[in-house]
C-alpha cells in the first residue's frame, strides 16, 4: 500500500518566491496534518483537516501560510512570499478516524529559502 | 509546562543490549494515547508503537515494548537486542483523545547510538 506521498522532497528557493509543498494522504484517510521541524523548535503541527475541513490552524505562524485540502486525496501548504526563517522539513501526516490511530508520516519536504 | 518530556538527549547501547528511552507526559485528559517514532538520518518519521490511556497490558511490537506507568506518567520505549540500524532519533508523543482535537504534541527526542 502507498503510504503518505510528499512533493517535492526538496525545494530550494529564493526569499520573496512562492512555494508550494503537496501532499497525498493515504487511501481512505481522513485526517491530514501538516507538520514543520527545525532544530530550534523541534515538530510543531501547523495545521490539521478531518474531512477536507480545517479544525485546527492555530499553529500557522503567520498569514504568509496558507492550507487547503480540495479534495480527500489532496492537500497543499503554500507560503507567499517565503522568508529564510521558513526554511525547515515540512511533513505532511494522514490517519483514519478519531480513535487513537497512529499517524503515518511522509518522507518530508526539505526547504531552504536562499 | 511541557506536555512531553523526554529528558535524554542521548543515549548510547552496544548492539545486541536491550535500552530504555524515557518519557514523561503530562495531561488532565483520562483518555489519551502514547506514541512513539524513529527518526532515521534519512529524515523520515516511522511509527513504532503504541499505549492508550485505558490499556490493561503494556504494548509491544517485535523488539519493541512500552514500559507504561500510568501513576507516574510514564511511558518508556524499550528496545530488545539493539541493532546497528535502530540508531536514530526517537520521539515519544501523545495525543489527548477528550479535547476533540487530534493533535500529536511531540517530545524534544532522544538519539540513540548503537555501537558495534
Known amino acids: 500500500d502507498a503510504g503518505v506521498i510528499q512533493s517535492p522532497r526538496h525545494e530550494v528557493t529564493e526569499m520573496g518566491q512562492e512555494v508550494t509543498l503537496r501532499c497525498k494522504p493515504i487511501?481512505?484517510?481522513?485526517?491530514l496534518f501538516w507538520y514543520r521541524q527545525t532544530m530550534m523548535r523541534g515538530l510543531e503541527l501547523l495545521i490539521y483537516?478531518?474531512?477536507?475541513?480545517?479544525?485546527?490552524d492555530s499553529g500557522m505562524p503567520e498569514d504568509r501560510f496558507s492550507a487547503k485540502m480540495p479534495n480527500a486525496s489532496f492537500s497543499t501548504l503554500k507560503i507567499q512570499p517565503s522568508e529564510p526563517r521558513d526554511s525547515a522539513v515540512y511533513f505532511c501526516?494522514?490517519?483514519?478516524?478519531?480513535?487513537?490511530?497512529?499517524?503515518?508520516f511522509g518522507d518530508g519536504t526539505r526547504l531552504s529559502i536562499l | 509546562a511541557q506536555k512531553i518530556t523526554q529528558t535524554q538527549p542521548g543515549m548510547f547501547v552496544q548492539e545486541k543490549e536491550a535500552v530504555t528511552l524515557d518519557c514523561t507526559y503530562d495531561?488532565?485528559?483520562?483518555?489519551?494515547?502514547l506514541f512513539w517514532y524513529k527518526q532515521p538520518s534519512s529524515g523520515e518519521m516511522i511509527f513504532l508503537i503504541y499505549?492508550?490511556?485505558?490499556?490493561?497490558q503494556n504494548a509491544t511490537e517485535g523488539r519493541y515494548s512500552l514500559n507504561f506507568q500510568k501513576a507516574r506518567k510514564s511511558a518508556n520505549l524499550v528496545i530488545s537486542a539493539s541493532q546497528l540500524g535502530d540508531s536514530a532519533m526517537y520521539f515519544c508523543?501523545?495525543?489527548?483523545?477528550?479535547?476533540?482535537?487530534?493533535?500529536?504534541?511531540f517530545g524534544t527526542g532522544t538519539r540513540l547510538l548503537v555501537s558495534p
Open positions: 501526516a494522514s490517519s483514519l478516524g478519531q480513535g487513537p490511530q497512529p499517524q503515518h
Open positions: 487511501s481512505g484517510h481522513n485526517s
Open positions: 483537516f478531518n474531512n477536507n475541513v480545517p479544525i485546527d
Open positions: 495531561t488532565s485528559d483520562p483518555s489519551y494515547g
Open positions: 508523543a501523545m495525543r489527548e483523545v477528550n479535547t476533540g482535537f487530534q493533535k500529536l504534541v
Open positions: 499505549q492508550g490511556s485505558y490499556d490493561q
